[in-house]
Each structure stands twice: as C-alpha cells, then as structure tokens.
C-alpha cells in the first residue's frame, strides 16, 4: 500500500504502541520481552519484562500498564517470526505496571477467584480509570485454555471475569460512549460485542454465546488487535491477508491491506487522530499512515 511510512526495523514481534507527546512511540516487543521506546528509527529500552508483554496502555496515574501472555515459542518461516504454543518455562500470565521515570515493573495481577491468569493480551481503560483486558488462552502442544474478559482496577484490588469460553480472545476496546466494549476472536476471525451492566459485568450472549455477534471474517484470517474510530467502527489488526478489517456495529466491512501477513496493532494520534500507527510484526516493523477516519482518543492518553 502506497503511503506507509516505516518507522522501525529490526523489532521483537512489536505490538502494544503508545503514541507519546514527545514524537517518540511506547511499544511491547514481546519476543524481546522489553517495552521499548521508538525515536526516530533507533530503539531504547524503558524495562524488562520476564514472560511475554502483548498489550500496553497509559494509566491514570501516567504508568504503563502491561498484559503479560507469559511467553510464546517462536518459529521463522519464510523470513516472518511466527508465536506458537507455551514455551517451557511458562508459568503464568499476568497484567503489570511499568514506572516511566524509573523503569521499575510491578506485578498486580496474575489471578482471579484463585485462578491463575493463562495469556493476558490486550486491554484499554473507560473513563473510570478500570481498565477491561483480553486473555487470549494458552495453547500447548495437545491442549487449549480457553480465553476471557476480565475488569480490573489499577490499584491492584479488584478484578472480576466477565466473560469465558473465547476461543483466543485478543484486541480490545471500548464503544465511544462506553456502553459497549469489544473483543476480537483471534482463532475464528470473529468481533463480539459484550453490553457493560455494570462495574465489569456484561450481558449475557444468547444460547451460551461469549457476547453479542458483529462480525465473522468471510475467510480464513486471524483476528489480533484492535482500535475504535470516532464515529464508533472498529479497526481490527488481521493475520494472514495482512492489513486493518474496519467494521461498523451494524457488521459491514471494509479491508485495507498493508505489507507483511502478521499485522497485529493499529492505535491513532496526530493533530486530527488521523495518524494510524500500525505493527507489522512478522517482519518487526512500526509504520505510521494516513487514515480516512479520526481515531478515538484514548482515556488518559497523553498526547
């Protein structure tokens, strides 16, 4: 696609980027277990995380704060770095936060009603100051941990399932007016929507379903992260066709292609939230383009 811009080169399987006030982009390489700061083409390290930091959003009180998926084994195919099943040292997932001023990494989490957590991946806090977050599972070589929803706050004191059974859930995020919050289905290229009832409860989906169906993928790609625009569509980062899947609620879509098969974050910024900064993360690339639609602007985001 004509347009994109290459930031970076040279990462470890990127996801997670945060656009920083300064020009400079926060972002996890989860393959490199570190979160890393992008300037202008060079990479510094902020901290190192043990396990396998996915997802990383800005906190209320200016921290970042990270789901941690524990660890993946990773396989080159065809010059692309491809995340398979547990590695064998795993022990846990688990959500962290990462002191900016000092690099000092915390953990808060890593159960719920004694249960411990499989593959934290992706999360995004409401106006509150909770933040809802993705667990993805865990596949080993012959079994599969289910994924869930979870709310939980920054302090450490709360967290509460609110959903169970997903098949990889993955990106996350939140409808403009809070009601709604949405989680893309990576093994089954799937967007459910979960209507919030209360402090991290959902409606029930109906016959046993996780949530509310929007969308299925007509094809066979994988659903990774994703980023709500202004006007309420989802843009989901997609594996194996390779691009940015923008969704309505109503589940109409539109595909934009971009240059590597693993596509796995999209998040916004820029003076208009016209500024797609995208994670090409089989070839360890950051890219920054034009979209036709205003992002979100994120809670507490500090751009």
Same mark, same amino acid.
């Given at each position: 696609m +004509? $347009?994109?811009?290459?930031?970076?080169?040279g990462?470890?399987?990127?996801?997670g980027? #945060?656009?920083?006030p300064?020009? +400079?982009? #926060?972002l996890v390489?989860?393959?490199? &277990?570190?979160?890393s700061r992008?300037?202008n083409?060079?990479?510094?390290t902020?901290?190192?995380?043990?396990?396998g *930091?996915?997802?990383?959003?800005?906190g209320?009180?200016?921290?970042?704060y990270?789901?941690n998926?524990g660890?993946?084994e990773?396989?080159? #195919?065809?010059?692309?770095?491809?995340?398979?099943?547990?590695?064998s040292?795993y022990? /846990?997932?688990s959500?962290e936060?990462?002191d900016?001023?000092?690099g000092r990494v915390?953990r808060i989490y890593?159960?719920?009603? $004694?249960?411990?957590?499989?593959g934290?991946n992706?999360?995004?806090?409401d &106006?509150s100051g909770g933040f809802?977050?993705?667990d993805?599972g %865990? /596949?080993?070589?012959?079994?599969l941990?289910?994924?869930a929803?979870?709310?939980a +706050?920054?302090?450490?004191?709360?967290?509460?399932?609110a959903a169970y059974?997903g098949v990889?859930?993955?990106? !996350?995020?939140?409808?403009?007016?809070?009601k709604?919050v =949405?989680a893309?289905?990576t093994?089954t290229g &799937?967007?459910?929507?979960?209507?919030? #009832?209360g402090?991290?409860?959902?409606?029930?989906g109906g016959?046993?379903?996780i949530?509310?169906?929007?969308?299925? =993928?007509?094809?066979?790609?994988?659903f990774? +992260?994703?980023?709500?625009?202004a006007?309420g569509?989802v843009? !989901?980062?997609t594996?194996?066709?390779?691009?940015?899947t923008?969704? /309505?609620p109503q589940g109409?879509?539109?595909? /934009?292609?971009? *240059?590597?098969p693993?596509?796995t974050n999209?998040?916004?910024?820029?003076?208009?939230?016209?500024?797609? =900064?995208? @994670?090409l993360?089989? @070839?360890? %690339?950051l890219?920054?383009l034009?979209?036709?639609e205003p992002g979100? &602007?994120?809670?507490?985001a500090? =751009?």
């Open positions: +004509s $347009g994109v811009e290459i930031l970076c080169e990462l470890g399987f990127p996801e980027p #945060i656009i920083m300064d020009g +400079s982009v #926060i390489e989860i393959q490199r &277990k570190t979160l992008i300037w083409g060079r990479r510094e902020i901290a190192e995380i043990p396990g *930091p996915n997802g990383a959003a800005i209320p009180d200016g921290a970042v990270v789901t998926n660890g993946f990773y396989h080159e #195919i065809g010059g692309l770095m491809i995340p398979g099943h547990a590695p040292d022990v /846990t997932g959500v936060r990462v900016l001023a000092t915390e890593d159960s719920v009603d $004694g249960r411990r957590l499989s934290p992706d999360l995004v806090f &106006k809802w977050f993705t993805l %865990k /596949t080993h070589a012959r079994t941990e289910r994924g929803l979870y709310y +706050s920054p302090d450490g004191g709360f967290i509460r399932q059974g990889g859930l993955n990106g !996350v995020g939140l409808s403009p007016d809070e709604v =949405y893309a289905e093994d &799937k967007l459910w929507a979960f209507d919030i #009832i402090r991290g409860e959902v409606a029930r016959l046993g379903a949530g509310r169906f929007v969308f299925t =993928y007509p094809g066979h790609v994988y990774d +992260s994703l980023a709500v625009q006007n569509d843009c !989901v980062a594996i194996l066709n390779g691009g940015i923008t969704i /309505t109409q879509f539109s595909h /934009t292609p971009l *240059p590597d693993l596509i999209i998040c916004f910024g820029g003076p208009d939230m016209r500024e797609a =900064y995208v @994670t993360s089989g @070839t360890g %690339k890219a920054r034009r979209w036709p979100l &602007k994120l809670n507490f500090p =751009y």
